[in-house]
């Protein structure tokens, strides 16, 4: 069991730093051999996540690859980027809060069990039932996924997703609304966490800027609010979807 206070170094304000583009960090890190890119823009293959990413989102060049990636008339989220450029259509916008580790104590779970490719059916049952947000029948191969049974049914889940270099966010956090006020959910934030602390990374996450009782949840656990983001919904421009009568 360990408690350690992670303050996040200070930067220079010229200096982004590398979770305010942390899509764009992992698909040219750690998670390069994932993705599909052209020039300023990637993605992950369709299965394993919906997350696209864009080398700046202030380049109209950026935007242009991630068109070509896409394809036209394709609705694709983006993040980081307060607004598209003239021709894109707004699906969505959303807002988000990213929060790191300063103070969690990390420690297994005895009780959790690893999961993989054979418990994606369950696990996206699960992810239908609490809706903690998108999960794909490759999202496992993000990292590592720890799960809770119950008289062999799966009732908790979390993981890892982005993986910026020197971080890994921890996604996926659900419990089963027949199970929810165990604390299971934050033992295996804590289990995560962990292992995310024997490689040398710092854990972080996203929640929705809405999700309050979540953000209070993680803040009294040991995270700390590092910065508020937006999210985009986004149609490519070009082709339009033909309408059937």
Known sequence: MSTVARPTPPQSPATPHILDNAAWAALTGPHAHLAE?????????????????????????????????????????????????????????????????????????????????????????????????????????????????????????AGERLRPAGWTEISAVCTAPDHRGKGLATRLVRAIAAGIRERGDTPFLHASATNTGAIRLYESIGFTLRRRSDFLLVRTPGAQQEQTA
């Not at 609705?75 to 894109?88: D, E, F, I, L, N």
């Open 37 to 157: 890119r052209v020039g300023r823009a990637a993605r992950y293959p369709l299965d394993v996540s919906p997350f696209t990413a864009l080398a700046d989102p202030a380049d109209p060049r950026a935007w242009d690859d991630l068109a070509a990636l896409v394809g036209p008339g394709t609705v694709t989220p983006v993040t980081g980027a307060k607004s598209a450029p003239q021709g894109w259509e707004t699906v969505q916008h959303g807002q988000g809060v990213q929060l790191v580790d300063t103070a969690l104590r990390a420690e297994p779970a005895p009780e959790a069990v690893r999961l993989g490719p054979d418990d994606v059916p369950e696990i996206l049952d699960l992810i239908a039932l609490t809706e903690p947000g998108p999960f794909l029948p490759r999202t496992v191969e993000l990292g590592t996924y720890l799960g809770i049974r119950h008289r062999g049914r799966l009732i908790a889940l």
